[in-house]
């Protein structure tokens, strides 16, 4: 499983961004996605997450600013990103946790990560 992650860039504090991953490969089944930051000197922390019924979980960081949301018909998980500040700057990673074939076992797929920095 190969998960191809965009939509990074720099913006201005009150900027918006939308991030997008795209899980490709062997796929049989996707459970959770999910979206972690890490920022420098910092250990990698969970921004928000979806399950495979839809219901999200976030930071309380990101609420109210971010939203998670995928298309399971696309393989894709997306991160709305609004209202950004300077705190927000990290390199987000997407993580996709998926199954290889029917009833087979649910593993952890990480993205390269894409940088968002926030700054004027």
């Known amino acids: 499983v190969q998960l191809q992650a965009s939509g990074g860039g720099l913006v201005q504090p009150g900027g918006s961004l939308r991030l997008s991953c795209t899980a490709s490969?062997?796929?049989?089944?996707?459970?959770?996605m999910a979206w972690y930051r890490q920022a420098p000197g910092k250990q990698r922390e969970l921004v928000a997450e979806?399950?495979?019924?839809?219901?999200?979980n976030y930071a309380d960081s990101v609420k109210g600013r971010f939203t998670i949301s995928r298309d399971n018909a696309k393989n894709t998980v997306y991160l709305q990103l609004n209202s950004l500040k300077p705190e927000d700057t990290a390199v987000y990673y997407c993580?996709?946790?998926?199954?290889?074939?029917?009833?087979?076992?649910?593993?952890?797929?990480w993205g390269q990560g894409t940088q968002v920095t926030v700054s004027s």
């Open positions: 993580y996709v946790a998926a199954s290889t074939y029917w009833r087979g076992p649910y593993r952890e797929n």
């Open positions: 490969g062997s796929i049989s089944s996707i459970r959770d």
């Open positions: 979806v399950s495979s019924d839809g219901s999200t």
